[in-house]
């Protein structure tokens, strides 16, 4: 952009891409690999900064789980994407991008 060499800014909006889980019972953000493997249930979010949703993948490993679960899940990957939105806006702020 700065070169002219661009038309328009080809950055349209940001996007985060998290975990989150049911591990022994208790729904967890950004598992690791070993809660990963051990989950009960495990979802894969990506997600844009205006809430909207490009993949939603997911499984239950063990026992199925319940629309209050998916919607706990939901919420926990909505405020984890907040926090990677924010971090990825001081990243670009630090490197003097848009």
Do not use: C, H, W
């Not at 996007?15 to 894969?44: C, K, M, T, W």
């Amino acid at each position: 952009m700065k070169s002219e060499k661009l038309a328009r800014d080809p950055l349209r909006l940001a996007v985060a891409a998290l975990s989150v889980g049911i591990v022994a019972g208790e729904p967890r953000l950004d598992l690791a690999y070993q809660e990963d493997s051990a989950a009960d249930v495990d979802f894969n979010f990506v997600m844009t900064d205006a809430g909207q949703f490009i993949e939603i993948q997911g499984t239950a490993e063990g026992e199925p789980f319940t629309s209050d679960d998916y919607t706990r899940l939901v919420a926990l990957a909505s405020v984890g994407a907040k926090q990677l939105f924010v971090l990825q806006q001081k990243a670009l702020e630090a490197a003097k991008l848009p």
